[in-house]
């Protein structure tokens, strides 16, 4: 079995550690350990690795998240979390032994402080600082979220199987505005995607009206601050703007997000319903609003839409949501360009047809709590997944399900307490 568990892991535990065995006697001083475990496995039955098309790849996984919430004072709150997880390689591949083992990886999935400014009961503001993660659409079950889970040049789109959100590094300021109008301000340091530690800022804004109606959106500057222009902007032969060569493709970009809820159950109220039932939602970003000559040329070609309806399950279910997503992009959805060569530009691609026809995404998902703490969670989708490869060098950039016929199911037990 191959072990990764990094010096900032081995420290994770020791603070959770120290923290579990802590004492909260005095003062304000409050501790919450939390935690969860979750087993997933289901089955790509159709659809691609590489250039190759692929059916019944069996997926699987393991997730371990133990942390803390710490109330230091009145003021002060602390959010502490690692993750371990585990994986299975797709492919395996014959003589490369980090495919043929299971994998296990701990790293910090929250660490995180935040202060409150101002009277206790009606803040001025929250000033938070760490890594954490972070979701500004509350409905969204698998596709959206795409303020913080895209690209801007180029524009792919990535997803998870029951985790619809972002892990974001940097520092939020958040407040409400009278007693409706609730304001995010972020600062992140990028941390996964090429090129690494550069600044983003974000501002997200949301209202509730009449109960029965949520409005929201967001502006995203990516990239403003960059720690290396030369990543950020290359200046290569192979980066000049197609029909200029004095300028230059660039990371940089600034996305724009609107999204909406409406709640119907305020005009019938009933007890059939459960809490999440007839929800319906959408939401609409444009992956950079400059265009390119070439690439970039159309905005319409990097505007991803997409609805979701909150099927009624009269408290047989939890929640069974319908996802749909339009995005007219004709480049696949892939950052093989950023990865391997670090420039702002989508892959090439020898099937033009396949990538004009792989215009709609879909997901249905359900969950139902069966007791404290335990809950099942299934998911059957067309979405933006990629298989998870332990061989660098034959990870594919690319999503899986490229084309209409393409599919997948997962399945999930969780405990949590």
């Known amino acids: 079995m191959i072990r990764r568990i990094s010096h ?73 979390a690692g993750e371990c997880h585990l994986t299975f390689s797709y492919p395996v591949i014959a003589g490369t032994y980090a495919t043929e083992e299971p994998l296990y990886t701990l790293y910090i999935h929250q660490a995180e402080g935040v202060y409150t400014l101002g009277d206790q009961h009606q803040p001025l503001a929250e000033i938070g600082f760490g890594i954490f993660p972070f979701k500004y659409n509350p409905d969204v079950k698998d596709l959206g979220e795409y ?12 997803n998870s199987f029951d985790f619809p959100m972002a892990k974001l590094l940097g520092l939020t300021v958040s407040d409400t505005l009278f007693g409706a109008l609730h304001n995010v301000l972020l600062l992140t340091s990028e941390t996964q995607m090429f090129p690494t530690q550069d600044f983003t800022l974000s501002y997200l804004g949301d209202v509730v009206c009449a109960k029965f109606l949520d409005i929201g959106g967001g502006v995203s500057w990516c990239h403003l601050l960059s720690v290396n222009d030369d990543f950020t902007t290359p200046h290569t032969v192979l980066n000049q703007v197609i029909g200029d060569s004095t300028h230059y493709y660039t990371f940089k970009g600034t996305k724009l997000m609107a999204r909406f809820s409406i709640d119907p159950k305020v005009f019938f109220p009933s007890d059939i319903f459960g809490s999440e039932d007839l929800r319906l939602y959408g939401e609409g970003t444009i992956l950079g609003l400059k265009n390119y000559p070439g690439y970039y040329a159309k905005l319409n070609e990097r505007m991803p839409l997409m609805a979701g ?53 879909w997901s249905v998902y359900a969950e139902k709590t069966v007791a404290g703490g335990i809950s099942l969670i299934a998911q059957v989708a067309r979405d933006h997944v990629r298989t998870v490869t332990h061989d660098y060098m034959k990870q594919d950039k690319e999503e899986a399900l490229r084309t209409t016929n393409d599919w997948y199911y997962m399945l999930k037990c969780k405990f949590a307490f």
């Not at 303020?147 to 990535?158: D, M």
């Open 147 to 158: 303020l913080f889970r895209t690209g801007t040049y180029p524009g792919y789109i990535i």
């Open 309 to 361: 309806f909150n099927i009624p399950a009269f408290k047989l279910l939890d929640e069974l949501s319908v996802e749909m997503e339009w995005y007219d992009s004709p480049f696949p959805n892939s950052y093989r360009r950023v990865y391997e060569y670090y420039l702002p530009l989508p892959s090439d691609f020898s099937d033009s047809a396949m990538y004009k026809s792989d215009n709609w995404k």
């Open 8 to 80: 900032c892991g081995r420290v994770l535990i020791v603070l959770l550690f120290m923290a579990l065995n802590g004492k909260a006697e005095q003062g304000d001083f409050n501790l919450k350990p939390w935690g969860l475990v979750s087993f997933e496995a289901g089955q790509i039955e159709k659809g691609w690795y590489i250039a190759k098309a692929v059916d019944h790849v069996w997926q699987q996984g393991l997730f371990t998240r133990l942390g803390v919430d710490v109330s230091a004072n009145s003021r002060l709150h602390i959010m502490v």
